[in-house]
């Protein structure tokens, strides 16, 4: 079974196709604020894991909320979350990371030359 950072796809995909499937009218509505609970990202610890929400009162850009354990949030329409998911599936999001992480490793470990 694949994984990612820890989380089995599947889970994972099914979680956020739940998210897709509640798409709901009323996108000219202002916004309210507020909003339902759909997945914790970990939930094993008491530290305030990273959770996604649905407002159903947002406007449709601001429709999908995802918050992190320092109360921080990031609000995107439903079509961004799915380029997230698609991205998430193939693969992309985790080789990313991971040659990023790689490159910053190894550029503090070999310093630029002095000039």
Excluded: Y
Excluded at 41 to 48: A, P, V
Excluded at 67 to 82: N, P
Excluded at 94 to 109: C, D, F, K, P
Aim: proline letters at 5%; one cysteine or more.
């Amino acid at each position: 079974m694949s994984s990612w950072w820890g989380l089995p796809t599947d889970l994972l995909g099914r979680a956020l196709h739940t998210v897709i499937a509640l798409r709901t009218p009323g996108a000219d509505m202002a916004e309210s604020g507020t909003s339902r609970h759909v997945l914790t990202f970990c939930g094993k610890c008491s530290c305030g894991c990273p959770e996604l929400f649905v407002d159903h009162d947002a406007q449709p850009e601001r429709r999908i909320v995802l918050t992190d354990d320092f109360g921080q949030r990031i609000q995107m329409s439903v079509e961004q979350l799915e380029v997230i998911i698609d991205e998430a599936k193939a693969g992309n999001i985790t080789s990313l990371v991971e040659a990023e992480l790689a490159l910053g490793v190894a550029e503090i470990r070999s310093p630029a030359p002095a000039i």
